[in-house]
């Protein structure tokens, strides 16, 4: 996979960005993760002619972006430190992460003024910053993914996604829902971390990136993540309904290391399944 993929990248005048996605949906390697990101998120252009020049540009731009007053930096050096200890023993790209995510983020809210500074945008760069040793490369990637975040949000609201996707919980895990009221799970709190963070909060790091070579491969990847969601608690159902309150929130917020490849093909069935329903609904009705 790894040599395939480094072929594609290593053409000499144009990637095949088609068959990029083609093979990425099905998880990229790391040591070829990195660059097959800035092409999947259009950091970099397919197009080859004038490459260095274009990178040199976009880094001389991001260098000369001003940063953020004391305050905020302070908030963000606060959950960067946070961020990083709990992944102390990952070997991240960036020679000093904690730096380079703090720089990363205050960029961005230099250059996006209308946006609010939120402990989402850590976890957000943090995956940036353990692939790409480059500050810039780990600015552009994470700007291309809050736009992807920001057009999903747009194109349905949150608050209607997460009312979808508690009701296709309630529905097709009726028994794991029906345990949750009788422990008094608050899951909608869960559910809105999930959807907020992307799960960069709740999954660990090696499955997150997993789950982002199928997000940024396929086209509107997000749109699968309320099918990811439902995956997730279908795969965990038997071991959930086993704890109490205070245990499965400790699992819903801190998920175990699970196959993800297993977990996105179950989410692929389970939208399938739910659109199948839909369509039957409307001839039917």
Known sequence: MAEEIRQILDAETLVDLDKLRQVGRYGVPDEVRGEAWKYLLAVETAD??????????????????ERQSTDILKRIRGEVSRYIRA??????????????????VSAYLTQYRGSEYSPVMVYLSGPFAYLLANESDVYYCFAALMQMVEEYCNHVNMATRLSEFLMLFRTLLPELHNH????????????????????????????????W?????????????????????TTLKDNLEELEQSEIHGVLLRLPSMDMDHLINQALAIRDEVLAKRLSDIENY
Not at 96 to 104: G, H, R
Not at 213 to 233: E, Q, T, V
């Open 48 to 65: 080859k002619a004038n490459e260095l020049s274009k990178r040199q540009e976009k880094y001389e731009r991001y260098q000369g972006t």
């Open 87 to 104: 992944r102390s023993k990952m070997p991240f790209q960036s020679k000093d992460p904690n730096k380079a995510i703090e720089n990363v």
């Open 180 to 211: 949750f009221e009788e422990e008094e799970v608050d899951f909608k709190e869960c559910a809105n971390s999930w959807f907020s963070y992307v799960l960069a909060k709740e999954l660990p790091l090696e499955c997150l990136l997993r789950l």
């Open 213 to 233: 070579d199928s997000y940024f491969s396929i086209p509107n990847g997000l749109n699968l993540h309320i099918y990811i969601c439902l995956a997730i608690l």
